[in-house]
């Protein structure tokens, strides 16, 4: 069993960053692909970012293409977001998921284990 928690959110202005982080426990992330999600106000959950075990492969939605990178560091059993230039549609709830499949999975259904996640608001 693998626990995820994500942390980093909160309010920022449009064109501002922030990092998210994603913790776990539990199981070594060295084994799993891991992906960010989220879900804006009224609307399904979307995918966002994702990171093969390695580090050395990454998929990104075209919406935050450019602005968003996705990182690790399996040796802190972490997973990053770094979100630049953010706009007010990037506001929603973020969540970290992690995936025994071990490449950059971009299907929400082959991911295995879920984590909070963590609200990310930004202000026009």
């Known amino acids: 069993q693998v626990q995820l928690v994500e942390s980093g959110g909160g309010l920022v202005q449009a064109g501002g960053s922030l990092r998210l982080s994603c913790a776990a426990s539990g199981r070594t992330v060295g084994n799993l692909g891991m992906g960010w999600f989220r879900r804006a106000p009224g609307k399904e959950r979307e995918f966002v970012a994702a990171i093969s075990w390695s580090g050395g492969s990454t998929n990104y939605a075209d919406s935050v293409k450019g602005r968003f990178t996705i990182s690790r560091d399996n040796a802190k059993n972490t997973v990053y977001l770094q979100m630049n230039s953010l706009k007010p549609e990037d506001t929603a709830v973020y969540y970290c998921?992690?995936?025994?499949?071990?490449?950059?999975?971009?299907?929400?259904?082959?991911?295995?284990?879920w984590g909070q996640g963590t609200q990310v608001t930004v202000s026009s």
């Open positions: 998921a992690a995936s025994n499949r071990l490449r950059a999975v971009v299907v929400e259904s082959q991911y295995d284990y």
